[in-house]
């Protein structure tokens, strides 16, 4: 946890980045980390302080240790056909299924074959952008409640 706020400078302090001073009057960034538990017990404080450009330069320094959150990639055409293709054969692998598991005369090695079929689709999706997000857990129960 830290407190971070502007201030002026009362009184010639040093930046913690650069190690230079920071004058009296000018602008400084003051960072006030809490130690110690969180709520009662949080008396202990340590207080930098930074010039408002080299508070920015250590914030980006800690920035860059973690790599920026990857941006999927959009589909290439053959990919996008693809899955396309594998929706439409999901949807009626599925509607297959809901019917047998709804009594229709289908033995139970059918809806054997045919949850095969829709867990093999779904593992050929995942590498064409994924599962989709309207498709439930592949269990008996969520088939039949659709
Ligand atoms: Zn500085």
């Given at each position: 946890m830290a407190d971070v706020w502007m201030k002026y400078c009362t009184r010639q302090a040093r930046c913690k980045w650069c190690e230079e001073p920071i004058l009296n009057g000018s602008p400084m960034v003051m960072v006030k980390i809490w130690k110690g538990k969180e709520g009662i017990e949080r008396k202990y404080t340590i207080t930098l302080r930074?010039?408002?450009?080299?508070?920015?330069?250590?914030?980006?320094?800690?920035?860059?240790?973690?790599?920026?959150?990857?941006?999927k990639l959009p589909l290439s055409e053959e990919d996008s056909k693809t899955r396309k293709r594998l929706i439409r054969k999901y949807a009626t692998t599925k509607h297959r299924l809901k019917v047998a598991l709804d009594g229709g005369n289908y033995t139970g090695y059918r809806i054997d074959k045919l949850m095969c079929k829709l867990w093999d689709i779904r593992n050929q999706i995942e590498l064409v952008g994924g599962v989709p997000k309207e498709w439930p857990e592949l269990k008996e129960t969520t088939i039949r409640s659709q």
């Open positions: 930074f010039h408002p450009d080299c508070w920015i330069k250590q914030a980006m320094a800690n920035l860059d240790k973690e790599p920026p959150p990857t941006r």
